[in-house]
Each structure stands twice: as structure tokens, then as C-alpha cells.
């Protein structure tokens, strides 16, 4: 069974169709790269798989989108829920105003958890899975905002994967960082893969082509190949997809 | 640069004229000038405060040895009473003899307290003047009761109206706070955008209704509605004014409010709710922070102006000068009595002078709660950066 399962999703905002029947399923414990130039609909896809687009009014969607073979847009979805389930690293860093603990407890807390001891053990595990802890063990009463941008959006990873969510959904998460940051955040997807399914939109090529296992080539708001990376780099069968990927355009 | 200039010397001078005038009440005596109050020369009462001048007249002192003195009752004396002791004739056709016989009675009446006019003090004065002190700041600000134009002695003392002015601005963001907050977190993270863009410059048109609108508003509707509810024999209470004012300074509040939460990054409110917060949870852990310190300068101005308010509250709050107890009684605020008395007050004269001096106690609350506004923005903005 696929982990996320998409049925010709159109989407649009206002009169702007921004999605044109999407259809396309991940396996579980897959990274999925979702490629294609500015605007051509990937976030935009990223964000309908936990419901993040039901913030902006004046949006609608059609087709289905399933995760563990539930609809996720049937009436009686829960959407806190989903999102506990289907964790989201965002662009640019950004941790609450609060210190680095209180951080990644914040999920936990709104999530109904209050025995002390579980809080921590959970903060502690998480940090250490995102390979934090060493540089924050003695500023854990600290302000996230003394952590550098990379630190931040490790911490942000580590805020996402406190709530043990069954996939990651990440929108360019290295895009404001620096190659080093970038590097070890790569690193890290890589080792999740083993335990979550992770969606990553992603503008760097070379990103796509070293953590993920498939990728998918948006343009315009269609889906227009997707397949294992390994071939989607090296033979496209789609010339739109080889133009992109030898940098003729995007 | 020039007309922030202007400004500046503007404000100064008038901050400065008001203190000038509002001081002069310190430098008077709180007796009429030109008349004088007397005592028998046996009389060894030698201090009496203003306070007992007062409660001597109105007869709840009646011995003088309640104030230290001989076991003897007081005798008062106006001099208009002096038709009681002698008859027309015995004064004289032109009263020439007025000073000779109120010199006569109180050398023959120990017990005497008498308050009369200074041309009528005859010139082998044989009693003894009493000696009245200046009003001191500290008896200013303490006294308990406010009858500015009293006879013999006015009774300067402000504390009912400044406890009658914190206790209505007190009520009133109390009642506020709580209803701005949620129209602001409605407006700002629930409602539609059309929902908004049509409640917004209906809330702040709230803000440019006349406040003597208000007034009528709260006499019409609100001081009944009051009586009714609590059974009062008087429905213009403290708690009316309150509410009056609080229907005043929600608009301030909201707006300010409304702004800070919609200034929250969307980045915060989206992960937050990518981790599965709901959207109250979100409003309270991430929102309210957030805005913090703009809800606290949208209350703070709200007190602002519900203390500097005058005609709306002067309408509705019954205006006694007493210290209140509870907001289900009359009060008299600072800015109501200057209003009020301000018109019948002598130009230049101890109550005109003494209604300067509320001016100046206003200037100095509302001064603080500025600060205190500047010091929570300030704080704050360093604090996100």
C-alpha cells in the first residue's frame, strides 16, 4: 500500500489554477523530491498534503488525497490530527520566541502530554535524532534565537519530529542555509528516511539528486514526470524534464 | 524641525501655566480673605485643624474639650447670628456699634467660636483670632472631604475624587479589557477578511462619536438600566461611568490589540499549527505572546483615556465627592469636578487655584501612564530583535 496517495488534485487559488490533476503516490520510508522552477505548483502540492492550504481564503480544491489510504479532505478528517501525523519543516527557520526546550515541548504540551518526565525524555531524544544535542545541551534555557540559522532549523526538525509524526513533509529547508548547515541537514534527512516518509521541495538539483529516491518534475502546475531519481537524472524520458535538469531552463 | 519646536514650547508653557496657578493654592490660607475666625482670649484651644473647623460648624463637635480644651460647649457664631444677642437698636442704624457688641460677646461668652467679615473687628479687639495655616500638600492629598467653597473653612481635600477617578477608569478596563480582547482576537485571527473590513471602521467610528454622546447614551440607557438591575435609589453610580467609559476605550484597545496579533509572523502561527496545535491553542500560546506588549499599550491607552474623560463620566456618575466604597455608588471624578466647578470658581481665588491643582494630579497620572506605555513598546521592540 502507498503511505500518500494523490488522485487528480486541482487546486486553485481564487481564479488561478495552480495544480492541474495531480496524481501521484510515495511509498513509505521514501524521500520524494518534488523539483521545477518558481511557481510551478510544488509547494503549493506540499502544502495540500497537511492541510496547510486551508489557511488561505479564497482557495479550493478538488480530487482526493489519501495517507495511509484515508481521505484526507473527508468532512470528518480531524485536522489538528493530521498534522501530528504529517509533520512540516518550513523555507526559513522558525522557532517560537521561547527558549530551545520550550521549543520542541511546545508540541508535546499542545498535544495533551503533561507528565514532566516523558517531556523531557522526548525533547532530549529528538534533539539528539537531529544531531543537535551536543551544541545545546548547556543552552537548552536558552533563546532559539541565539542558535544560528542552521541550529534553528535543525531545532525545527527536532520540533517536528518530537510529535512522532509518520511523515516529514519539508519545503526547502536549506534554502536560507549555508553549504555546511546544508550538508548536515542532507545528512540527516538521509538517516530519517529509515523511520519516516519525507516530502521535500527543493530548488538545489544536486539536493534532490543525493537524499532523495524519486523525484518528481513539477511545471506549471502539472505533474509532468515522475520516477526513480536515478533515472529521472540520468535518462528523462520527457524532454521538458531533461532541459530543466541540464539547466536550459528554470 | 521648527513646528516640533513650537510644539514643545507650546506643551512646556502650558504644563508650566498650570503648575504656576495649580501651586498657588499652597500659598493661601483656607479662609475667605478678610474674614477671621475667633475664640475667647481664656480659650486654651490654641491649634485647630480645618478639618475640625468644619465638623465644629456642622456640629458633630460640640465641646471644647474634645479638642483639648475646658469642659465647655461650643458656642458658634456667624455674623449673621448677632440679631440673636443684641436688637436693632443696641447695633446702631448704620450697625456702627456691630464691632463694639460682637467684641462685648466674646469677651463675655467663653465658649465662643466666631467667623465674621475683618472690618468688623473692633480695635481694642479683645478676643483671640485664631490662627489658620496654609492648605499643606500633604493635607491636600489626603483629606477625605471636597467642599471647596464651604463657610468658614474650605475643605481641600482630594482624595475622593482621586480614589473616584481610579475606581471608575479601574471598572472600566476591567469591563474592557476582557471584550476588546476577544473582538480583537475575533477581527484579527477569526473572521472573514470582508467580516473584517466591515466591523473595523465601524469599531473605529466608535472612536469619533462625541463623548457627551456617550453621556446621553449612559443617562438614557445605562444609569436605569443600573438602578434597575441593582435596586439602587440612584442609578448613577461609579459602575456607570465605568461602563460608559469602557464602551469609550474599546475602540483603543481593539485597534491597538488587533494590530499587534496581526503583526504575529505567519511563519510562528503556521508552525504551530503544523504541529498539530488547534487554532485556539495557537491564539493563546503563540498570538497572545506574541502581541503581549501591544495589547498591554492598547490598555494602558484605553486607562489613558478613560482617566482624562470628562463629560461622558460627569454625566453619569452622580458626582459626589465621597470616597466610594463599592462602583454602586456616586463618585465625582478629576476631570468632572474642574469641569463642573471650574465656571463658579473665582478667577484667581483659593478654589480656582485648588481645581489647578486637580489639573495638575490628572497631568501627573496621565504623564505616568505614558511612561509607562513608552516603557512596555520599548521593552518589547528590543526584546524580537
Not at chain 2, 471624578?333 to 491643582?357: K, V
Request: glycine share 8%; proline share 4%; hydrophobic share 45%.
Amino acid at each position: 500500500m502507498h503511505k500518500i496517495e494523490s488522485k487528480n488534485v486541482n487546486f486553485n487559488y481564487g481564479e488561478f489554477q495552480a495544480l492541474h490533476d495531480i496524481s501521484m503516490s510515495m511509498k513509505e520510508n521514501t524521500v520524494t523530491a518534488l523539483i521545477g522552477p518558481s511557481g510551478c505548483g510544488k509547494s503549493t502540492y506540499l502544502r495540500l498534503l497537511n492541510r496547510m492550504n486551508d489557511l488561505i481564503d479564497n482557495t479550493h480544491m478538488t480530487g482526493s488525497i489519501l495517507i495511509d489510504g484515508v481521505d484526507i479532505y473527508e468532512r470528518q478528517t480531524n485536522v489538528d490530527d493530521l498534522r501530528k501525523n504529517v509533520g512540516m519543516v518550513f523555507q526559513k527557520p522558525n522557532p517560537f520566541p521561547k527558549t530551545i526546550y520550550e521549543n520542541v515541548a511546545y508540541g508535546l504540551r499542545v498535544n495533551g502530554i503533561t507528565d514532566k518526565n516523558e517531556i523531557e525524555e522526548r525533547v532530549v531524544t529528538s534533539i539528539e535524532q537531529v544531531a543537535l544535542w551536543d551544541e545545546v545541551k548547556d543552552k537548552l534555557k536558552k533563546s532559539a534565537f541565539e542558535l544560528s540559522g542552521g541550529q534553528q532549523q535543525r531545532l525545527c526538525i527536532a520540533r517536528a519530529l518530537a510529535i512522532q509524526p509518520s511523515v516529514l513533509l519539508m519545503d526547502e529547508p536549506t534554502s536560507a542555509l549555508d553549504p555546511i548547515s546544508t550538508a548536515k541537514v542532507e545528512e540527516l534527512i538521509y538517516e530519517l528516511k529509515n523511520k519516516y516518509t519525507i516530502v521535500i521541495v527543493t530548488h538545489n538539483m544536486q539536493q534532490a539528486g543525493r537524499v532523495s529516491d524519486n523525484t518528481a518534475f513539477f511545471y506549471m502546475g502539472k505533474l509532468i514526470e515522475y520516477d526513480k531519481t536515478k533515472t529521472i537524472f540520468t535518462k528523462p524520458t520527457i524532454k521538458q524534464t531533461e532541459d530543466y535538469i541540464t539547466g536550459r531552463f528554470g | 524641525m521648527l513646528s516640533s519646536a513650537a510644539t514643545s514650547i507650546t506643551v512646556i508653557l502650558i504644563v508650566f501655566f498650570l503648575f504656576i496657578e495649580g501651586a498657588g493654592v499652597f500659598t493661601k490660607k483656607p479662609i475667605d480673605d478678610g474674614f477671621l475666625l475667633a475664640v475667647s482670649v481664656d480659650n486654651q484651644v490654641k491649634k485647630i485643624k480645618p478639618s475640625e473647623i468644619k465638623d465644629i460648624y456642622d456640629q458633630k463637635i460640640t465641646n471644647w474639650k474634645q479638642l483639648g480644651g475646658k469642659d465647655l460647649p461650643i458656642v458658634l457664631f456667624r455674623a449673621g447670628d448677632i440679631t440673636d444677642y443684641y436688637t436693632e437698636e443696641e447695633l446702631g442704624k448704620n450697625f456702627e456699634f456691630f464691632p463694639d457688641k460682637i467684641n462685648e460677646l466674646i469677651a463675655k461668652t467663653p465658649g465662643i467660636i466666631a467667623f465674621f467679615s475683618d472690618k468688623y473687628k473692633a480695635k481694642d479687639f479683645k478676643g483671640r483670632e485664631l490662627d489658620i495655616d496654609k492648605i499643606k500638600v500633604s493635607e491636600f492629598l489626603s483629606g477625605e472631604e471636597w467642599f471647596p467653597t464651604a463657610q468658614p473653612i474650605a475643605q481641600m481635600g482630594v482624595k475622593p475624587l482621586i480614589y473616584g477617578t481610579l475606581w471608575v477608569s479601574l471598572g472600566a478596563i476591567l469591563l474592557a479589557l476582557p471584550i476588546g480582547l476577544a473582538a480583537a482576537i475575533y477581527l484579527s485571527e477569526i473572521a472573514k477578511k470582508r467580516t473584517r473590513s466591515l466591523l473595523k471602521p465601524l469599531i473605529e467610528l466608535l472612536a469619533a462619536i462625541p463623548s457627551v454622546v456617550y453621556g446621553f447614551f449612559g443617562l438614557v440607557i445605562i444609569v436605569p438600566l443600573i438602578q434597575s438591575t441593582f435596586d439602587l435609589p440612584v442609578g448613577e453610580t461609579g459602575l456607570a461611568g465605568s461602563v460608559v467609559l469602557a464602551i469609550m476605550a474599546l475602540p483603543t484597545i481593539i485597534t491597538i490589540s488587533e494590530d499587534a496579533m496581526r503583526n504575529t509572523p505567519r511563519a510562528m502561527k503556521e508552525a504551530s499549527l503544523a504541529l498539530g496545535a488547534s487554532k485556539w491553542q495557537t491564539i493563546y500560546k503563540i498570538v497572545i505572546p506574541y502581541s503581549a506588549s501591544g495589547i498591554t499599550a492598547g490598555a494602558i491607552l484605553g486607562i489613558g483615556r478613560a482617566i482624562g474623560e470628562t463629560m461622558a463620566v460627569l454625566m453619569v456618575t452622580g458626582n459626589a465627592a465621597v470616597i466610594p466604597h463599592t462602583l454602586l455608588e456616586p463618585v465625582r471624578t478629576i476631570p468632572a469636578t474642574i469641569a463642573a466647578e471650574l465656571g463658579e470658581a473665582p478667577n484667581g481665588g483659593l478654589h480656582y487655584e485648588a481645581l489647578f491643582a486637580l489639573g495638575c494630579i490628572l497631568f501627573i497620572i496621565t504623564f505616568g501612564i505614558n511612561m509607562l506605555v513608552e516603557l512596555v513598546t520599548n521593552r518589547n521592540s528590543h526584546k524580537k530583535h
